[in-house]
């Protein structure tokens, strides 16, 4: 099938003390496959990036949160610590290094 990583891996881990919850995650994504001539006519960088990314990608992310009571929790997500470029789709490059925060609010 065209688009596709024959190898995709993922890993994530979490521990908590008290309140604090740390934990952190990695997708190794490897490389992609069966890319159309039509994309590398297109995008000529694609063929330079496909190179580059022989081995595939390894993304790796962190997080932080606090549970302020059993309702509420807030945390602090950084997606793709090392800042890797990477693709997963042709011609399309994934989000770089940034930060999320999403606040989780239970209301019944």
Same mark, same amino acid.
């Given at each position: @099938?065209?688009?596709?990583? %024959?190898?995709?891996? %993922? ?18 994504? &490897?490389? @992609?496959?069966? #890319? ?5 006519f297109i995008?000529?960088?694609? &063929?330079?990036? @496909? ?11 962190? %997080? #932080? ?19 890797q470029e990477? /693709? ?11 930060? /999320? ?8």
């Amino acid at each position: @099938m065209n688009y596709r990583f %024959r190898h995709m891996v %993922r890993i994530d881990i979490e521990g908590v003390w008290y309140k604090f919850s740390f934990g952190g995650g990695a997708n190794y994504y &490897s490389h @992609m496959e069966n #890319i159309d001539d039509l994309f590398l006519f297109i995008y000529p960088d694609l &063929s330079d990036f @496909m190179d580059r990314h022989q081995k595939g990608d390894l993304i790796v992310l962190a %997080r #932080i949160g606090y549970q302020f009571n059993q309702n509420n929790t807030l945390n602090i997500v950084l997606n793709n610590v090392t800042n890797q470029e990477y /693709a997963l789709r042709p011609a399309r490059a994934a989000a770089p290094r940034n930060i /999320a925060i999403p606040y989780r609010m239970k209301l019944i």
